[in-house]
Nanobody, 113 residues
């Protein structure tokens, strides 16, 4: 399975961005996927996840600001990010964790004025 992220960029504090992750494979509806982020010198952090049944989970730091969703017809998941803060600056990675494992190459999100 291959994962390809898109949608990163530079945004001002308080702004919004939408990240997308396109997955290969013909059993996408069964996949459980997640978004992680990482800054230099820090461990990769789980941001949000979504199961094949649509159950979602978020790290406390993004609850109420980020929304993870999936479109099984397009084999994609998205992360809608609003109310962005400078501390959200990171490389964001898409992960497939069930029923197999794969990582995307990452997309940079920079929140700065």
């Amino acid at each position: 399975v291959q994962l390809v992220e898109s949608g990163g960029g530079l945004v001002q504090p308080g702004g919004s961005l939408r990240l997308s992750c396109a997955a290969s494979g013909d059993t996408f509806s069964r996949y459980s996927l997640a978004w992680h982020r990482q800054t230099p010198g820090k461990k990769r952090e789980l941001v949000a996840s979504i199961t094949g049944s649509g159950e979602t989970n978020y790290v406390d730091a993004v609850k109420g600001r980020f929304t993870i969703s999936r479109d099984n017809a397009k084999n994609t998941i998205s992360l809608q990010m609003t109310g962005l803060k400078p501390e959200d600056t990171a490389v964001y990675y898409c992960e497939l964790y069930y029923p197999t494992m794969a990582w995307g190459q990452g997309t940079q999100v920079t929140v700065s004025s």
